[in-house]
């Protein structure tokens, strides 16, 4: 039972930690948005592309859209997800857009476009403002807006809410779970993106980028279903007053190991005997420890009639985008913190700061090697906007002194390393 917990404890610590919009709901902008604007702009863009094809990008605008928030889950990378989300935040959806060279690469860079606009959204209009609508503890202590940094267990328990409220309106269907599964990522056009975006390697920053891929999937596909069950076993009466004719059967979806395997193959890392008893333990532990998180509340009508103002917010903002998109080639989106939706400025979100230090940092140990001047400038303005602080703790202080260092080179006409 050890062994038990103790993996389950690090898969539901990083498999279920996601922020903003959870896994369900990147999927539903997908799907909403795929037939109005997503499909008539990748056919505009590739006029030969059949039917098949077309179904082939409908997964890379999955895996786009899911991405992101791969760190989340066993084997991926904490650096990836918090750059994407905290450092440079636009230009990197820019640069997958600008670096994209085919149908499948496109569709890719339109799914994180779409994860861009829904983190942004979902957190600020959402997740942020619901949580202490339902937590009135959280509330008292942080006020009425509470980010992710504040306070996690809050946020995910909210962000489970809202799939398991897609769930019961009857958004998340079988087939499209299904096709979900599928997700394909265009590496290619990352490795292009990130490179640009931050001047690193992005394979260096994953212990093995496609094991990381493949186990997220596996993840998803064995962890995900017993999640919703867990949801329909506590709360079915609450979430029947949403779609009264629901029953267990609708409410949740497997995808046969068999079938798994024909379609998706078999490169992943191996769940073994123990993971595969935690997935099937998972409705009948107690919710504590890192269980916590399934211990949520059904979304009051005021928190569900935020998610849905949040997430109409998301989709007139994207599809806005995508119809620029069909008279213009790029974008210019603004570099946000998508934890909170605001403009990405240094002492505004902690969480930013400290990605951005490690940003800086990791530059600084290579001894700015693959700088470009995009790169410099935006770092120079991120630490331009507030003086650095003066700290007592000498742990803290060392890493401010690290940082010092780190801009007098970067300041240089010609940035230096210092010994």
């Not at 997740?127 to 809050?154: C, Q, R, W």
């Not at 210019?332 to 940003?359: Q, W």
């Amino acid at each position: 039972m050890f062994k038990i917990l103790l993996f389950f404890s690090v898969c539901q610590l990083y498999a279920f930690s996601l922020k903003a919009y959870s896994l369900l709901t990147h999927e539903a902008i997908i799907d909403v948005s795929w037939a109005k604007s997503i499909q008539p702009l990748l056919l505009l863009k590739y006029p030969k592309t059949s039917p098949e094809q077309l179904l082939e990008a409908h997964s890379y605008a999955y895996g786009g859209a899911i991405m992101p928030d791969v760190g989340y889950s066993p084997f991926g990378s904490m650096i990836y997800t918090d750059f994407v989300h905290n450092v440079r935040s636009g230009d990197y959806v820019n640069a997958l857009l600008e670096e994209a060279e085919t149908l499948n690469e496109y569709a890719f860079a339109l799914g994180s476009l779409a994860h861009y606009m829904a983190d942004n959204y979902g957190h600020l209009l959402g997740t942020n403002v619901a949580v202490p609508l339902m937590y009135p503890k959280i509330k008292h202590e942080f006020g009425e807006v509470v980010t992710y940094a504040d306070d996690k267990l809050s946020h995910s328990r909210m962000e489970l809410a809202f799939d398991v409220l897609q769930t019961a309106r009857g958004n998340y269907a079988s087939k499209n779970y299904h096709d979900f599964i599928g997700f394909n990522v265009a590496r290619p056009v990352i490795e292009k993106a990130f490179y640009r975006t931050y001047g690193m390697d992005v394979n260096g920053v994953f212990g093995d980028m496609g094991l990381a891929i493949s186990t997220f999937r596996w993840t998803i596909k064995t962890f995900l279903p017993n999640i919703v069950k867990t949801a329909w076993a506590s709360k079915k009466n609450e979430l029947r007053k949403h779609n009264p004719s629901l029953t267990a059967k609708r409410f949740s979806y497997r995808m046969r190991n068999r079938t798994y395997y024909h379609e998706f193959g078999k490169g992943h890392q191996k769940a073994g005997f123990f993971p595969t008893i935690i997935a099937y333990l998972v409705p009948l532990l107690p919710k504590i420890g890192p269980l916590a998180k399934l211990r949520f509340k059904a979304p009051s009508a005021e928190a569900e009639r935020l998610f849905i103002k949040s997430f109409d917010t998301t989709l007139v903002h994207y599809q806005s985008a995508l119809s620029r998109l069909q008279t213009t080639p790029f974008l210019s989106l603004p570099n946000r913190t998508l934890d909170t939706g605001h403009k990405t400025v240094m002492g505004e979100y902690s969480i930013a700061d400290n990605n951005y230090r490690e940003f800086l940092l990791m530059l600084y140990e290579k001894k700015f090697e693959n700088l470009s001047p995009e790169i410099r400038n935006n770092l120079i303005s991120f630490y331009n906007s507030i003086r650095i602080p003066a700290v007592k703790n000498k742990k803290e202080a060392k890493k401010w002194q690290a940082v010092e260092e780190a801009l007098t080179a970067l300041r240089a006409p010609a940035p230096q390393y210092i010994y």
